[in-house]
């Protein structure tokens, strides 16, 4: 009755599944701000210490924390003792500020996005066009109310390969 199922890899979902997916620079850098939420108040944490525990490439943390530096979610100390800090308390960086500063829009396709609109295909199908935005929304309400306080709160991930499991509510 309705076909074959699209696969990640036809045309129109292709596209959608690019703009769902975290580019690595966006996920090194939560895993620097979840490190450095977890070390104690104000203690400086060489990048090399953070690249050590997060498995993160030294140089490419550099520059990633540099753009964090920029934004003021990350403060730097120069010298022999010198390092990183967060610049704010990790309950005011939301996962959304960091995704947009290295990933840009939230939305499943630009169409349906509040900050980086431009015109795609999709707007064809209005039906289309709502689910989209249904998928933004929830996207964008969980990734704005989720901060790197909470990430860090969680001690271990559950088995994931378990479907009785359910995962942590952050």
Do not use: C, N
């Given at each position: 009755?309705?076909?074959?199922?699209?696969t990640?890899?036809?045309?129109?979902?292709?596209g959608?599944i690019e703009?769902m997916?975290?580019?690595?620079?966006?996920?090194?850098?939560?895993?620097?701000l979840v490190?450095?939420a977890?070390?104690?108040?104000?203690?400086?944490?060489?990048?090399?210490a953070?690249a050590?525990?997060?498995?993160?490439?030294?140089?490419f943390?550099e520059q990633?924390?540099l753009?964090m530096?920029m934004?003021?979610f990350v403060?730097?100390?120069?010298?022999?003792m010198?390092?990183?800090?967060?610049a704010?308390?990790?309950?005011?960086?939301?996962m959304?500020?960091?995704?947009?500063?290295f990933?840009?829009?939230?939305a499943?396709?630009?169409?349906?996005s509040?900050?980086?609109?431009?015109?795609t295909?999709?707007e064809?199908?209005?039906g289309?066009v709502?689910v989209l935005?249904d998928i933004?929304d929830?996207?964008?309400?969980?990734?704005e109310h989720?901060?790197i306080?909470d990430?860090?709160?969680?001690e271990?991930?559950?088995?994931?390969?378990t479907e009785?499991?359910?995962?942590p509510?952050?």
């Amino acid at each position: 009755m309705w076909g074959t199922a699209p696969t990640p890899s036809s045309p129109p979902l292709r596209g959608i599944i690019e703009f769902m997916k975290l580019t690595t620079r966006s996920e090194y850098a939560l895993l620097a701000l979840v490190y450095l939420a977890r070390q104690p108040k104000d203690s400086i944490t060489s990048t090399d210490a953070i690249a050590r525990a997060q498995g993160i490439p030294a140089k490419f943390l550099e520059q990633l924390l540099l753009a964090m530096r920029m934004a003021h979610f990350v403060r730097s100390t120069k010298g022999k003792m010198g390092g990183y800090a967060l610049a704010k308390d990790p309950k005011d960086i939301s996962m959304a500020e960091i995704i947009r500063l290295f990933d840009g829009a939230l939305a499943p396709t630009e169409s349906v996005s509040s900050f980086f609109y431009e015109p795609t295909p999709i707007e064809k199908e209005k039906g289309l066009v709502l689910v989209l935005r249904d998928i933004r929304d929830y996207v964008s309400f969980k990734l704005e109310h989720t901060t790197i306080a909470d990430v860090a709160a969680v001690e271990a991930l559950p088995d994931i390969d378990t479907e009785d499991e359910e995962t942590p509510d952050i």
